[in-house]
């Protein structure tokens, strides 16, 4: 009875079925990522034309065609226009930037002067990066270093006047050195005093919560161009006769004013987010309202609000370019101020010098909110 | 809570001391620094009653009503020299305004499209959506507008080589030239056949809706409604005649005539408006849709919805109650970045306001004009999204 067949059993061999489509490799990410459907080929054969319109005159433009060096508007200027390259020609002025640059860093601050901007700059760079790797310890001490040491000797250094230090007057100050400057102290008065709104607007006290909640909107609602156009003209008013402030202080207070307002809403935020239960704990501890604040709330909502504070540090310190507006020469300033070089003027040069500000700033901001991302992610794991 | 209330009076009565008691302490306080504020706002009062006296400013509102002397640019409604102070910043705010509705147009609809890219599985489309983000959000907003004034406007040919562009415009250094429609005899109907579609869709809309309440049936409301608001204008423009014509700018020997012309201040004040706010409302846009659970897809597609639907009804909707409240308030960031025409020249609120400061020194009056006017607007947009979030917000049953 061997050989009877059972009808569930196959008597012949199954055929061979097709090999899996390939799921990785070059092939099949191409298909997966740019050509999944036929809508989605459309998109990209329409973004790959318009990068190739726009790319590669972009790069001849920036460095095929760029004038990399000269000694003045010649180079960057065709025959026609007084100049030596051919007719129809256009490229980046990088002689341009490169002929400027120390003064897009240091504005006209005196020739001989500019080892102390350079030496505070160093100095701060030597404070900073330590202050930014987790790894390193003290961070006490850097802090001390950062936020106390580094003021003190900016504040001999750059103006100078006594130890022998000629005095630079700050309408001289400009470019990047400016840009930094302001944002450093922006910084560094807006988050405690943006701390102490935001408590005060979450305080049980009718009073201080009506103030600083009428100072934070106010301050908000209005344009920083209004709050600068405020510190350079009504501040004079507001003060007794004879007294009058440097034109770079009246600025400064109104930046770091204006960031503050914005800093308290981020911190409020982060309070609010804290469990009412943290509040309570640190009571029945007995502690008092600034151990409680110092010591439980502020920790926690501070870290919790990270992104919205280095967003707002990104945003005060692109509206720094602002003061240009006020008359005073920080980055974008004096690379404008610099477009009326007749020795430089040309039909390219706004636009170089444009490109090379645009990119300073690009830079700052963007490792700003990347090292912020990288921040979050390290508390991020500290907390599981 | 009824132990709490009988304690409080026990507690600061055992510890003797008024000093410890909190409510006492929280009364000091305040009173300290009503009296510091009270005396700062005296000196100040005080110091600039005697600076204004030495400068011989008279105070108050009376020069809004005397004349100008300057022009402005650029202006919707008339305005010359002659004009009043008063009349000079209801031009500035008109402009202001023009730049901010135009400029939040535009960054809608660029700041959705590059929000929703970066969604996309397109790879190519997605990396470019987020250069676009990353660029724009990391430059001041300043230098955009000058990248576009100095840097693009400025180097476009003169006026009497302008560029040809499709229907009749030319652009040139001085801005761009565009036809301008002339609402001929009879072009009324045409405004009142829109408005009448407009109220029929609102009506349809209603109906639309009662009937699925009703059946579960649903209407195409917004084919009817596209009908409607194009169709029936269009139908009664062709039935009158076609009233319309076009003032079309001709190029001349020396300067384009003609026409309606934007110019570069107003163009570059409102690209760099566009583009930099845009970038802001990618970002809130992808983190509305990322923050729709994907629970409600699949919810969705397990109901048998199809992908379009469940878009539009599942995903959209929510999705828009975590986008409109930062959408609002980048509205207003615009609106108050707008103030930085005053770089480029374009009469906003706050250029024309410099000017009159600089004329008449009423430094104090021109800046709470700014601040009652910029404070509205704030206070009208978080009245509205006050509104809305009200309206939008989850009803749980």
Redesign the interface.
Request: hydrophobic share 55%.
């Given at each position: 009875m061997s050989t009877q067949q059972a009808s569930f059993v196959r008597a012949s061999m199954i055929e061979a079925s097709p090999a899996p489509v390939l799921e990785s490799g070059a092939v099949f990410w191409l298909r997966k990522?740019?050509f999944?459907t036929p809508k989605?080929t459309a998109?990209?054969i329409i973004?790959?034309l318009v990068?190739a319109w726009l790319v590669p005159p972009a790069i001849q433009w920036l460095f095929i065609d760029a004038a990399w060096t000269g000694g003045g508007r010649g180079v960057c200027a065709t025959l026609s226009q007084g100049g030596s390259q051919p007719e129809g020609w256009s490229g980046a002025c990088w002689a341009f930037v490169n002929a400027k640059f120390d003064q897009f860093v240091f504005g006209r601050y005196p020739l001989e002067e500019r080892w102390r901007p350079a030496l505070v700059g160093i100095l701060f760079v030597l404070f900073l990066v330590p202050m930014l790797i987790p790894k390193i310890p003290n961070k006490g001490f850097n802090a001390i270093l950062l936020f106390v040491a580094l003021p003190i000797i900016a504040i001999i250094l750059l103006p100078g006047g006594w130890f022998g230090l000629t005095y630079v007057e700050t309408a001289l100050w400009g470019g990047l050195m400016v840009t930094l400057a302001l944002s450093f102290v922006g910084i560094a008065v807006s988050l405690p005093l943006g701390i102490l709104l935001a408590l005060g607007r979450r305080s049980?006290?009718?009073?201080?919560k009506m103030?600083c909640t009428v100072f934070i909107?106010?301050v908000?609602?209005?344009?920083?161009?209004?709050v600068l156009?405020?510190a350079s003209?009504?501040l004079?008013?507001?003060?007794?006769?004879g007294v009058t402030f440097d034109k770079f202080l009246r600025a400064l207070i109104g930046v770091s004013l204006f960031a503050s307002a914005y800093m308290a809403e981020v911190v409020r935020g982060g309070l609010q987010a804290i469990p009412k239960g943290q509040y309570e704990g640190a009571d029945s501890l007995g502690l008092s309202y600034w151990q409680k604040m110092n010591l439980i709330v502020l920790p926690q909502a501070l870290k919790l609000v990270i992104p919205g504070i280095v967003n707002t540090f990104?945003g005060l310190f692109?509206?720094t370019?602002?003061v240009?507006?006020i008359g005073m020469f920080d980055l974008?300033g004096i690379v404008?101020l610099n477009?009326t070089d007749t020795n430089w003027a040309s039909?390219?040069t706004?636009?170089t010098g444009?490109?090379f500000?645009?990119f300073v700033?690009?830079l700052f901001?963007?490792g700003m909110?990347r090292y912020s991302g990288f921040m979050e992610r390290l508390l991020d794991k500290s907390q599981r | 809570m009824a132990i709490g209330v009988t304690n409080a009076p026990e507690r600061s009565k055992s510890s003797g001391s008024i000093i410890n008691d909190p409510q006492v302490r929280?009364i000091f306080?305040?009173a300290i620094?009503?009296i510091i504020?009270a005396v700062l706002i005296y000196w100040?009062v005080d110091?600039?009653i005697?600076?204004?006296r030495?400068a011989n400013i008279a105070s108050g509102y009376g020069f809004l009503s005397s004349r100008a002397g300057f022009d402005v640019g650029q202006s919707l409604i008339s305005f010359s020299s002659d004009s009043t102070y008063g009349r000079a910043l209801v031009v500035g705010f008109v402009n202001t305004l023009l730049v901010a509705i135009t400029g939040i147009i535009t960054a809608t609809v660029i700041g959705f499209i590059v929000g929703i890219g970066r969604l996309?599985?397109?790879?190519?489309?997605a990396k470019?959506s987020l250069a676009y983000v990353?660029?724009f959000?990391?430059?001041?907003?300043?230098?955009?507008i000058?990248?576009w004034y100095?840097?693009?406007l400025?180097?476009l040919p003169q006026a009497r080589d302008a560029l040809a562009l499709p229907f009749d415009m030319y652009v040139s250094n001085r801005g761009l030239a565009f036809p301008r429609p002339i609402p001929g005899e009879g072009s009324l109907y045409t405004l009142l056949a829109f408005l009448i579609a407009v109220a029929a869709s609102f009506l349809v809309a209603r109906y639309a809706r009662q009937k699925q309440m009703a059946t579960g049936q649903r209407f195409p409301v917004l084919w009817t409604a596209l009908g409607l608001i194009i169709g029936l204008p269009l139908v009664t423009f062709l039935a009158t005649g076609a009233p319309l014509t076009f003032d079309v700018p001709v190029a001349g020997k020396f300067n384009l005539t003609g026409g309606s012309v934007v110019g570069p201040e107003f163009m570059s004040l409102f690209l760099a408006l566009s583009f930099y706010t845009a970038a802001f409302i990618a970002e809130i846009v992808r983190a509305g849709i990322r923050g729709v659970s994907k629970g409600q897809s699949e919810a969705a597609h397990a109901l048998g919805i199809r992908p379009r639907l469940t878009t539009r009804l599942v995903i959209v909707p929510q999705a828009m109650r975590i986008i409109i409240p930062p959408l609002t308030s980048q509205y207003l960031n615009l609106t108050?970045?707008s103030?930085?025409a005053?770089?480029v020249g374009y009469a906003d609120l706050?250029a024309v306001g410099?000017t009159i400061?600089n004329q008449t020194g009423q430094?104090?009056e021109v800046?709470s004009i700014?601040?009652i006017v910029?404070?509205s607007?704030?206070?009208a947009t978080s009245l509205f999204m006050n509104w809305y979030n009200a309206r939008m917000a989850l009803v749980e049953r």
């Open positions: 990522n740019l999944a989605d998109l990209t973004s790959l990068l049980d006290m009718p009073v201080i103030l909107e106010i908000r609602g209005v344009p920083l161009i209004t156009f405020m003209v009504m004079p008013l507001f003060l007794p006769q990104i692109k509206d370019s602002l240009s507006i974008l404008r477009f039909a390219v706004p636009l444009l490109i500000a645009g700033f690009w901001c963007f909110s | 929280g306080y305040q620094t009503v504020l100040i110091n600039t005697e600076n204004l030495r996309s599985h397109n790879w190519i489309i470019l990353e660029v959000r990391n430059i001041p907003p300043l230098l955009v000058f990248f100095s840097g693009v400025s180097i108050k970045n103030s930085l005053v770089a706050v410099g400061l430094s104090i800046v700014w601040l910029y404070l607007l704030s206070l």
